[in-house]
């Protein structure tokens, strides 16, 4: 509207000022209708510039607060995640406790959100101000290289996104060890205290269960009070939370016990995952009155767990547990031997310190061998495939094939020197056409004659292919 009257203003007065000339009213007219296109256009351009940079400015805003607020909420919740293998074990009702951190989160949350708060407060003020400085007389921008994203972006945008980026590259192994870290390990007498709770909450659960399943079969005396039953879901809460408080203090003798099984073919994190499900069970089956600490006890569980899976996962070809022992066995005595005789042992010393047969070892020695595949690159540049090297025993060689269609075309003169029915007969007598050779019955009834008369013919027709002016050109083929 703006830019509509003040066209109307200059093109009336130009009209005023032309007087009566008719082509004094025309230039006045052309020049004030193109005042008016530049004015309505400069004007346009400000408007359109002045929206564009309060709405980046507006978005910029929008997503540094919401970084701000995920990266502290992610810092609140980290220690409150579940950690690898003992997800599953983890009851929703029972949060892990991680002592004082929370609070300490929080109270670091809210000077961010008022810091924030006040920067935009005072960005919003000076906006205008500074998006009028910007513009140029004709109302274009400079054009110094840099967006107006560039411009607007915030610190706390920034810092944001460095964060995310050191998170993305950061190690997982060494986030997981950082995380675990962060429980405190347990004396004798603290595991004794948790053993204990988790006994508890399982016989508390039991009792609910089996209640429960009375009653459904309709045992009305067997139906838990409300207080009871409250009793009983809080003892059973406080072993699950017990159970999660061992599982997660022993985590680190899981990664230990994984370091020793490295470089087998399973990954550090996947051995880790292993040996967790190894401590669970550990946990479950822990017997605090026996008087061993329970890191001797789960130690056990930990490594059978992760031996089986590596039998399991670890081979292209699976092979059955009780044979990956016993050639994890060889191999033991086999680095013995080596370093007592100074070189590789031979199978018959194998075979006397196993108490086996010789056989035997080199059956054992077969099954350990590993394949490895032929897309596999040697060599120092790394150029070639080992299946560039693997003679293909299918494959037809090229002088092999001329020589066999030389020969068969020999063969067909040698045969065209024979009448019609003797060649016909020894083609089908040995297959030359199809390469199934035909019984002298078979070639009778083609022929309509008896088997005797196909015999003596065969036996006449090879009298003639023995002849040297036949023989001889298919003599070369025989060697």
């Not at 929080?106 to 810091?115: L, T, W, Y």
């Not at 995310?164 to 190690?171: G, Y």
């Amino acid at each position: 509207m703006a830019a509509t009257d003040s066209s109307d203003q200059v093109l009336s007065e130009s009209v005023e000022a032309a007087g009566s000339s008719t082509p004094a009213k025309k230039t006045a007219k052309k020049t004030a209708k193109k005042t008016a296109r530049k004015t309505a256009k400069k004007t346009t351009k400000k408007t359109a510039k002045k929206t564009a940079k309060k709405t980046v400015r507006k978005t910029a805003k929008k997503t540094a607060k919401k970084t701000v607020r995920k990266s502290a909420a992610s810092k609140q919740e980290a220690p409150e995640e579940a950690t690898p293998g003992v997800s599953e074990e983890l009851d929703e009702d029972t949060p892990i406790d991680h002592g004082e951190h929370d609070e300490h989160d929080d109270v670091d949350i809210e000077p961010d959100h008022a810091d924030l708060s006040d920067e935009e407060d005072l960005t919003d003020e000076e906006g205008d101000g500074a998006q009028t400085e910007e513009l140029g007389e004709d109302g274009e921008e400079d054009d110094s290289g840099s967006s107006v994203w560039d411009e607007d972006e915030s610190a706390t945008l920034r810092q944001a996104r460095k964060d995310a980026e050191l998170t993305a590259s950061a190690d997982s192994v060494r986030a997981y060890l950082k995380q675990i870290g962060k429980v405190a390990l347990l004396n004798a007498e603290q595991e004794v205290s948790l053993a204990k709770r988790i006994e508890a909450g399982l016989f508390a659960q039991h009792r609910m269960d089996e209640m429960t399943e009375a009653v459904a079969h309709g045992d009305k005396d067997a139906k838990l009070s409300p207080s009871t039953k409250r009793d009983l879901r809080a003892i059973a809460r406080d072993g699950r939370k017990a159970k999660n408080h061992l599982l997660e203090a022993n985590l680190r003798l899981v990664v230990s016990l994984a370091k020793r099984y490295t470089g087998r073919g399973m990954a550090f994190l996947d051995l880790i995952q292993e040996g967790n499900l190894g401590l669970i069970r550990a946990v479950e089956k822990f017997d605090y009155t026996k008087g061993y600490k329970f890191s001797t006890y789960a130690t056990w569980w930990i490594r059978q767990a992760i031996t089986r899976a590596m039998a399991d996962q670890a081979r292209t070809i699976r092979i059955p547990v009780h044979m990956v022992e016993v050639i994890n066995k060889l191999g033991r005595i086999q680095r013995e031997l080596l370093q007592d005789l100074g070189r590789e042992p031979t199978p018959q010393e194998l075979a006397k310190e196993m108490d086996i047969t010789e056989e035997k070892v080199l059956e054992i020695q077969q099954y350990a061998r590993e394949p490895i595949s032929l897309d596999q690159t040697i060599g120092d540049e790394g150029d070639s495939q080992l299946g560039d090297f693997i003679e293909d025993s299918e494959a037809v060689i090229a002088v092999d094939a001329v020589s066999f269609t030389l020969l068969q075309d020999q063969l067909q003169d040698v045969l065209t020197t024979l009448s019609e029915r003797e060649a016909g007969v020894v083609r089908l007598r040995f297959g030359l056409t199809d390469g199934m050779p035909r019984t002298l019955d078979e070639i009778g009834q083609v022929y309509g004659v008896t088997r005797e008369r196909i015999r003596q013919i065969e036996s006449k027709t090879m009298s003639k292919l023995r002849h040297p002016s036949r023989s001889q050109v298919l003599r070369d083929y025989l060697d």
